[in-house]
């Protein structure tokens, strides 16, 4: 008797209860699917965009007219903190910060990571 009423219990309401979450949970996982595909799409319209304008010898001059100024003010840093001259380096203004953060990433980062490769590389090379 016991048995019988537990197997209708699981049979009918409890498989549909059972059925109905596992569509719910399924109907998020194509949300969550659909939500990265446009995530992917944009990431990826964005560095073709970047890549075509890094074409341009504009974006150079333009990259390197920031640039320049920032590794002068980081390598007057680094002289005053190795040498310890007297002199006061000024500390950039807020609103520059972060992009002064960025260039001075985009150059170190991008030598760590072609060092790294590099790295990589040689020592695959290696083994053979």
Do not use: C, H
Request: aromatic residues 10%; hydrophobic residues 50%; glycine residues 6%.
């Amino acid at each position: 008797m016991i048995f019988s009423i537990f197997k209708w219990l699981t049979s009918g309401p409890l498989d549909r209860v059972l059925t109905s979450l596992d569509r719910s949970v399924d109907n998020e996982t194509e949300r969550q699917k659909i939500a990265a595909s446009v995530a992917e799409r944009v990431i990826v319209a964005e560095a073709d965009n970047r890549a075509a304008a890094m074409q341009s010898r504009i974006f150079w001059y333009v990259w390197a007219l920031f640039a320049v100024p920032i590794g002068v003010w980081l390598g007057a840093i680094a002289l005053d903190s190795i040498w310890l001259f007297s002199g006061s380096i000024a500390d950039l203004p807020p609103s520059v910060k972060p992009y002064a953060t960025q260039i001075i990433t985009s150059i170190f980062g991008s030598g760590g990571a072609v060092a790294s490769v590099q790295a990589v590389a040689s020592a695959i090379r290696g083994r053979r």
